[in-house]
């Protein structure tokens, strides 16, 4: 009878310890956890302490409302010039309610990579080759819009969607790949050619600048002779004119008259002298009378001088 008693007991204490496991949830941060009673939507647990009626209450669904990106498989889209191209990507979204999520789809991963892979299809249809290389952003956000429409009644909020890659044909890839080579080949002779256009106007410019400069530097070279020659000319005339002054001033002195006669007797003599020594032949006055009139005449234009 005690053993009965005690397999009771153990019996009750480990219903009891179920009862407490079923009644208390703890729910982790950024998890919702959604409770069906008997059957039917009750009630969306947060994070924390929680407590449902075990055996009537059960966890039905449990949802990350983290940011959870999912991986777009590859596909081949075909362009609005028939090429076709191989897109990759992927998208990021949200569980933003629970209950939608739990209720709004069977599978909302499932629903969101169907709509991703055919909306990138509809939109990249509609664009050319090259723009789909320009205009990623443009697509990134055209499948965005158009997925976060229809994922709204399924309780997710789609964040972002980035291309990873996209990956024409070979023979595509080819000849995109010979066009920037020659477009490349076309921008370096265009630049070869720019570069020599404005090495000859630089040369120009230079040696018209040099010409100008040579101009100036002769012009001021001029200038400065002509500028010397008439300082010389005028320091000339004001020294000759204060030796004439001085003469004058040493004539009207006492004895002046005789000074100027032996001046003129001596310059007359030695003009000869000059004449006799560059020549062969002896020059000699036919009179030598004429040396006293020259001086005399030589007296009389030196009064004259003084008179006017």
């Not at 939507?41 to 669904?61: E, K, Q, S």
């Not at 205009?135 to 429409?149: K, L, Q, T």
């Not at 004439?244 to 007797?265: E, H, T, Y």
Request: a neutral charge.
């Amino acid at each position: 009878m005690e053993i009965g008693i005690g397999n009771v007991t153990f019996i009750l204490f480990i219903l009891a310890l179920v009862f407490v496991f079923k009644t208390i949830n703890v729910v982790p941060q950024q998890h919702a956890w959604v409770v069906e009673r008997l059957g039917k939507y009750h009630a969306t647990l947060g994070p924390g302490l929680n407590i449902v009626v075990p055996f009537v209450d059960r966890i039905a669904y449990k949802h990350v409302l983290k940011e959870i990106p999912l991986d777009v498989p590859p596909q081949v889209c075909i362009t609005k010039d028939n090429t076709q191209l191989q897109v990759d990507g992927i998208l990021y979204f949200q569980v933003t309610d629970a209950m939608r999520a739990s209720y709004g789809s069977s599978n909302y991963i499932a629903a969101i990579t169907q709509l991703a892979q055919t909306t990138l299809r509809s939109v990249v249809g509609r664009m050319e080759l090259d723009k789909t290389f320009e205009e990623r952003e443009h697509i990134n956000m055209a499948v965005v819009n158009a997925i976060d429409e229809s994922a709204a009644n399924w309780g997710v909020k789609v964040l972002r969607y980035e291309i990873k890659d996209l990956t024409p044909p070979a023979e595509i890839l080819h000849a995109m790949q010979a066009q920037i080579t020659a477009e490349r080949s076309k921008r370096a002779l265009i630049a070869a050619s720019e570069g020599r256009k404005q090495e000859q106007i630089n040369i120009a410019n230079g040696e018209r600048e040099a010409a100008i400069a040579r101009s100036e530097g002769d012009k001021q070279s001029a200038i400065n002779r002509a500028q010397g020659e008439a300082a010389a000319i005028i320091a000339i005339a004001d020294a000759t004119s204060a030796a004439l002054r001085q003469v004058g001033a040493a004539i009207q002195s006492p004895g002046g008259d005789g000074a100027v006669q032996l001046k003129v007797a001596e310059q007359y003599v030695g003009a000869f002298e000059k004449l006799a020594k560059t020549n062969n032949s002896l020059i000699v006055p036919a009179n030598m009378g004429d040396m006293s009139s020259l001086i005399a005449t030589a007296l009389q234009v030196v009064k004259s001088q003084q008179k006017t």
